[in-house]
């Protein structure tokens, strides 16, 4: 049980600023030495030693982006640190796990030369086998039950694709949001209105699994005008997620920086009520991972 509260630059050693916890055989634990049958000691199994080799494991499981977003992770968080020489540490440990990753995150940090492995007290084991079941993606859902769907609608939204999508999302066990330029709701292209729960300002696409897009062509004027429906769709897209959308929403695309021939199979056309049922069973992959090389820089 902690006493106090350490402070410092740190809590481990070893360390690089000479401060921080120390081994003290007078304070710390000591073990009541019973005679049994022998000594009675704390004793770690060989494989305590061996640092890398469940890490390796782990990382060569992954697909391919998901290994993207390891390195990205790891650039990040090392991006925050101020001290180039454990940043260069680091890297070094990422050696023993697996030299590409340890390249790609030392390419991305701006690391002048790449260090020498870390010292490791065994070997990395080269003989575990990939696991796919410890990779998310591979042993994902496949459906979207107890995902949710951003809708984006405007006046004339046409109410048979809104009903049928409703009704779809219910039946797979999703939520839905509707977003709508005015957070009062818009009035429907049957003339029934449709209440909102955000506004377009407010309702970032960030916050759904997906994003159906069922504006009116009326209404697509003043919806380009407005630069958080631009961003709307340009985070949906980047973010690799599924996008629904009617004729009269292209446009949209375009203003987000989309050409129309980057739109790929996570890009769906719901041109009448009979398409949302398609839609609905793509929502099931929750991502489209091979459009992430086309949208990021590593």
Same mark, same amino acid.
């Given at each position: 049980?902690?006493?106090?509260?350490?402070?410092?630059?740190?809590?481990?050693?070893?360390?690089?600023?000479?401060?921080? =916890?120390?081994?003290? =055989?007078?304070?710390g634990f000591t073990p009541f030495a019973e005679v049994e049958q022998g000594? +009675?000691?704390?004793?770690?199994?060989?494989?305590?030693?061996?640092?890398?080799?469940?890490?390796?494991?782990?990382?060569?499981?992954? @697909?391919?982006?998901?290994?993207?977003?390891?390195?990205?992770?790891?650039?990040?968080?090392?991006? /925050?640190?101020?001290? =180039?020489?454990?940043?260069?540490?680091?890297?070094?440990?990422?050696?023993?796990?697996?030299? @590409?990753?340890?390249? *790609?995150?030392?390419?991305?940090?701006?690391? /002048?030369?790449?260090?020498?492995?870390?010292?490791?007290?065994?070997?990395?084991?080269?003989?575990?086998?990939?696991?796919?079941?410890?990779?998310?993606?591979? *042993?994902?859902?496949?459906?979207?039950?107890?995902?949710?769907?951003?809708?984006?609608? @405007?006046?004339?939204?046409?109410?048979?694709?809104? *009903?049928?999508?409703?009704?779809?999302?219910? *039946?797979? #066990?999703? @939520?839905?949001?509707?977003?709508?330029? +005015?957070?009062?709701?818009? /009035?429907? #292209?049957?003339?029934?209105?449709?209440?909102?729960?955000?506004?377009?300002?407010?309702?970032?696409?960030?916050?759904?699994?997906?994003?159906?897009?069922?504006?009116?062509?009326?209404?697509?004027?003043d919806l380009l005008q407005e630069s958080t429906a631009r961003d709307f769709?340009?985070?949906?897209?980047?973010?690799? +997620?599924?996008?629904?959308?009617?004729?009269?929403?292209?446009?949209?695309?375009?203003?987000? #920086?989309?050409?129309?021939?980057?739109?790929?199979?996570?890009?769906? =056309?719901?041109?009448t009520a009979k398409d949302v049922s398609g839609f609905i069973r793509e929502? #099931?992959?929750?991502?489209?991972?091979?459009?992430?090389?086309?949208?990021?820089?590593?």
């Amino acid at each position: 049980m902690a006493m106090r509260n350490p402070v410092g630059h740190v809590n481990y050693q070893p360390n690089s600023f000479g401060e921080g =916890p120390r081994e003290s =055989p007078e304070r710390g634990f000591t073990p009541f030495a019973e005679v049994e049958q022998g000594a +009675k000691r704390r004793l770690r199994a060989e494989s305590f030693a061996d640092h890398y080799s469940q890490a390796r494991q782990f990382f060569i499981s992954q @697909t391919r982006g998901e290994q993207h977003h390891i390195a990205a992770a790891l650039t990040f968080e090392l991006s /925050k640190v101020k001290t =180039p020489v454990i940043r260069e540490r680091m890297v070094s440990h990422l050696l023993n796990i697996d030299e @590409t990753l340890a390249n *790609k995150v030392g390419e991305a940090l701006g690391l /002048k030369a790449m260090p020498k492995p870390a010292d490791a007290a065994v070997p990395t084991r080269q003989d575990l086998e990939a696991a796919p079941s410890l990779s998310i993606v591979e *042993k994902g859902p496949q459906r979207f039950e107890g995902r949710k769907l951003g809708i984006l609608v @405007t006046d004339g939204t046409d109410a048979a694709i809104l *009903k049928a999508l409703k009704a779809a999302l219910d *039946k797979e #066990g999703a @939520t839905f949001e509707i977003i709508a330029p +005015k957070v009062g709701g818009a /009035k429907a #292209g049957d003339g029934s209105w449709i209440e909102a729960d955000q506004m377009i300002d407010g309702g970032p696409s960030v916050l759904y699994d997906a994003v159906a897009l069922l504006p009116a062509a009326a209404a697509m004027v003043d919806l380009l005008q407005e630069s958080t429906a631009r961003d709307f769709v340009a985070d949906a897209f980047a973010h690799c +997620k599924f996008i629904g959308y009617v004729e009269a929403a292209v446009p949209l695309f375009a203003k987000a #920086g989309i050409a129309a021939d980057d739109l790929d199979e996570g890009c769906v =056309p719901v041109s009448t009520a009979k398409d949302v049922s398609g839609f609905i069973r793509e929502l #099931g992959k929750l991502r489209l991972w091979s459009r992430e090389p086309n949208v990021k820089m590593r």
